[in-house]
């Protein structure tokens, strides 16, 4: 072959790679799509674990007949209550109270407040899921990967106000059903719970606001071109 035969092949080669990227193992200018590895594992061990209490409180509710409670303890407060054995002794405490102890009011209340903390664990974590897996694949700036991270923040909001409502009311009616709100104890709800929570939503709004100006400024940039 001579040499402007060889220059010329080369060059094709070359050529036909660049569209493609198939010379440097991307498709389409992004990196090739792999297999879902442990970055999902390691960014939702948070979500994991809320939606693991949420299903250990109802499903100790089926089996044992007892509701879990968390109560926020009055300051000095000596020894624990009457009958009710208390997991934790300090600050927010876990009670498991027996049904009989309590009112249909207080059960149903308690259980819808881990049965939303426990639905949308699930759709949060499903949607970070997608979000996590386009940026895995090389896609960081798509649409889909901005929706999914809007998906979990409106899952994270609306969790959190039904869990934090229904949580608020539930233990307010179990220390009036056992005759404790006189003595300090009120619901599991805390300032620093509620502030933990709107820190979590801002920052998810701030991951969603720069990938969606990320995915505008590459549409902008392709327009361009």
Same mark, same amino acid.
């Given at each position: @072959? ?6 010329? *092949? ?30 999902? @594992? ?8 809320? !939606?693991?209490? #949420? ?7 089926? %089996? ?21 054995? #208390?997991?934790?002794?300090?600050? !927010? ?9 309590? *009112? ?11 049965? *939303? ?13 997608? #979000? ?9 700036? *798509? ?15 609306? %969790? ?7 949580? @608020? ?40 606001? =720069?990938?969606?100006?990320? =995915? ?10």
């Amino acid at each position: @072959m001579s040499p402007e035969n060889l220059a010329d *092949s080369s060059g094709a080669g070359e050529r036909g790679a660049a569209p493609g990227g198939q010379g440097n193992g991307t498709a389409g200018g992004c990196p090739r799509a792999g297999g879902r590895g442990g970055l999902e @594992m390691f960014s939702l061990l948070a979500v994991a674990a809320l !939606v693991v209490h #949420a299903a250990t409180g109802l499903i100790r509710a089926v %089996t044992s007949h007892e509701l879990t409670v968390a109560l926020e303890r009055p300051a000095g407060a000596a020894g624990g209550i009457s009958g009710v054995e #208390a997991a934790r002794a300090e600050g !927010v405490v876990t009670f498991a109270i027996g049904f009989d102890q309590l *009112s249909g009011a207080s059960i149903a209340t308690v259980l819808a407040a881990q049965a *939303s903390l426990l639905l949308g664990g699930l759709v949060a974590g499903w949607a970070a899921s997608r #979000a996590i897996g386009a940026i895995a694949a090389g896609r960081p700036l *798509s649409g889909g990967a901005a929706r999914r991270v809007l998906t979990v923040f409106w899952a994270t909001a609306a %969790t959190g106000a039904a869990y934090g409502l229904l949580l @608020m009311l539930g233990g307010n009616l179990v220390t009036r059903d056992l005759g404790i709100f006189d003595q300090g104890y009120g619901n599991g709800v805390t300032t620093w719970g509620i502030l933990g929570w709107i820190g979590v939503l801002g920052l998810i709004q701030v991951f969603y606001r =720069a990938l969606r100006r990320g =995915a505008q400024a590459e549409d902008e940039l392709e327009g361009v071109i």
